[in-house]
């Protein structure tokens, strides 16, 4: 069954789509195209959950042996330099924050500044299209296993 972005909810729909303009914005490095796109997924109620699942996806993907403190370093250090020439503002916390979030390791009561919505989703579409520069596959079928994945969760709580 091919899930497409008219079938999802309302609020779901919403989040695939800023997302996927913002991820696609990046991708170009689109500045012009990335506020506007960011702007509207900071708005978008629970975009940082379903972005947090896609990057973990990509993280299992692109590192199927697992993960050490080296491979996380290397995917932060490798994001930041790709995005200085054009994101000169980024901030090397609140990726590590959505990289640790994504692996669940990341505890926002042991951090003195916790990152808000605003920059989880000023970030969040930059670490996912570094991601999938190194996938070299579209998002639409992360995004898909996302939303699958949090409504298996919703389901069983």
Do not use: K
């Not at 695939?16 to 991820?23: G, H, I, P, Y």
């Not at 991708?27 to 379903?50: F, I, K, M, S, T």
């Amino acid at each position: 069954m091919i899930v497409t972005w008219r079938h999802l909810p309302a609020p779901a729909r919403e989040i695939a789509l800023a997302a996927s303009e913002a991820v696609a914005a990046a991708r170009d490095r689109d500045a012009g195209a990335y506020e506007p796109a960011v702007d509207r997924l900071a708005a978008a109620d629970r975009a940082g959950l379903v972005l947090g699942g896609v990057v973990r996806l990509l993280l299992e993907e692109t590192h199927p042996d697992g993960l050490d403190g080296d491979d996380v370093r290397q995917v932060l250090e490798g994001c930041v330099r790709n995005l200085a020439p054009w994101q000169a503002e980024v901030d090397p916390h609140v990726l590590l924050v959505l990289l640790a979030s994504s692996l669940g390791v990341y505890d926002p009561g042991d951090d003195d500044v916790p990152p808000g919505p605003a920059a989880i989703a000023r970030h969040a579409p930059l670490l996912v299209a570094h991601l999938l520069a190194v996938t070299g596959r579209p998002l639409e079928g992360y995004l898909t296993a996302a939303f699958a994945e949090v409504a298996r969760t919703e389901l069983h709580d």
